[in-house]
């Protein structure tokens, strides 16, 4: 079975930095597309970063410049550092992975395999 889990959310106060992660289980790591999406209450979900089997990264416009995506295929772990965070960027983050897909943020949040999530706070 498939298992995302992910780490590192917290609270942090506004300019400061997270860093998340994701161990994927059972799953063809380095063959898949992964990246992450979020979401803060009475809002849609957003696709934040993504990474390509080649480290192809793409980001939401939202995050470009603050946030970086990387994996480490040898761990199974997929990371996204967030710096210079925002009270905007409150919401509950996840991991997804699927494989023969676009890699692509707006995708994210369609992808087949999902984490259970860990909350961001950032207050100003």
């Known amino acids: 079975q498939v298992q995302l889990v992910e780490s590192g959310g917290g609270s942090v106060q506004a300019g400061g930095s997270l860093r998340l992660s994701c161990v994927v289980s059972e799953y063809t790591f380095s063959r898949a597309c992964v990246g992450w999406f979020r979401q803060a209450p009475g809002k849609p979900r957003e696709g934040v970063a993504a990474v390509d089997v080649d480290d192809t990264t793409a980001y939401a416009d939202s995050v470009q410049g603050r946030f970086i995506i990387s994996r480490d295929n040898a761990k199974n772990t997929l990371y996204l550092q967030m710096n210079s965070l925002k009270p905007d960027d409150t919401a509950m983050y996840y991991c997804?992975?699927?494989?023969?897909?676009?890699?692509?943020?707006?995708?994210?949040?369609?992808?087949?395999?999902r984490g259970q999530g860990t909350q961001v706070t950032v207050s100003s």
């Open positions: 997804a992975a699927d494989g023969g897909v676009y890699c692509y943020t707006d995708y994210i949040k369609e992808f087949k395999y």
